[in-house]
């Protein structure tokens, strides 16, 4: 069996430059033993009324902030909720500027944008080119119309649909 590669005699290159992610330990010690995992803690923000941050800290765990910014005792990770009705589009577009202009209070953290439906079914082309600006500039999480919760059921698993979404806030089951 032939290959085509050659071995290297001679003194060697350095290769490129390894980043390392997490804790590394110094030469001659174990590495640090493995933590526990526990789920991340979020405060939901409503860019507009109705957009759903309630129902999703009910379903998914986290702070409900409302439309108002997380205090000083809620988590710092921050995810914006909005509608994908044409103006739940605009408003977490003007939410995504107030971040990237550095008016957002310090310390927070956005992790993301979480696009509840409006309506069952798909979103005219329109609103769909509206939610790829999105996803363009920041991660985006999309949770299907749920009629259960427009009846105030919310005790049943998240929507399968929405599996990432349930992984990032550690609601799966």
């Given at each position: 069996?032939?290959?085509?590669?050659?071995?290297?005699?001679?003194?060697?290159?350095?290769?490129?430059?390894?980043?390392?992610?997490?804790?590394?330990?110094?030469?001659?010690?174990p590495?640090?033993?493995?933590?526990?995992?526990?789920?991340?803690?979020?405060?939901?923000?409503?860019?507009?009324?109705?957009?759903?941050?309630?129902?999703?800290a009910?379903?998914?765990?986290?702070?409900?902030?409302?439309?108002?910014?997380?205090?000083?005792?809620?988590?710092?990770?921050?995810?914006?909720?909005?509608?994908?009705?044409?103006?739940?589009?605009?408003?977490?577009?003007?939410?995504?500027?107030?971040?990237?202009?550095?008016?957002?209070?310090?310390?927070?953290?956005?992790?993301?944008?979480?696009?509840?439906?409006?309506?069952?079914?798909?979103?005219?082309?329109?609103?769909?080119?509206?939610?790829?600006v999105?996803?363009?500039?920041?991660?985006?999480?999309?949770?299907?119309?749920?009629?259960?919760?427009?009846?105030?059921?919310?005790?049943?698993?998240?929507?399968?649909?929405?599996?990432?979404?349930?992984?990032?806030?550690?609601?799966?089951?």
């Amino acid at each position: 069996m032939g290959t085509d590669m050659q071995l290297q005699r001679g003194p060697s290159e350095p290769g490129p430059e390894i980043w390392v992610r997490g804790p590394v330990a110094p030469v001659g010690q174990p590495p640090p033993a493995a933590a526990s995992f526990a789920p991340r803690r979020f405060s939901w923000v409503g860019v507009h009324g109705g957009a759903g941050a309630s129902t999703l800290a009910a379903v998914y765990g986290g702070r409900d902030c409302g439309a108002a910014w997380p205090g000083p005792a809620a988590p710092r990770s921050v995810l914006l909720v909005a509608r994908t009705h044409a103006s739940g589009l605009a408003a977490a577009l003007g939410a995504l500027e107030v971040f990237r202009l550095g008016r957002a209070p310090h310390g927070l953290d956005l992790d993301a944008v979480v696009l509840v439906a409006d309506a069952p079914g798909r979103l005219p082309r329109p609103l769909a080119e509206r939610v790829r600006v999105i996803e363009s500039v920041i991660d985006v999480y999309r949770v299907p119309w749920v009629p259960a919760w427009r009846l105030g059921e919310l005790d049943g698993p998240p929507p399968g649909q929405a599996r990432a979404l349930a992984r990032l806030t550690g609601r799966v089951r």
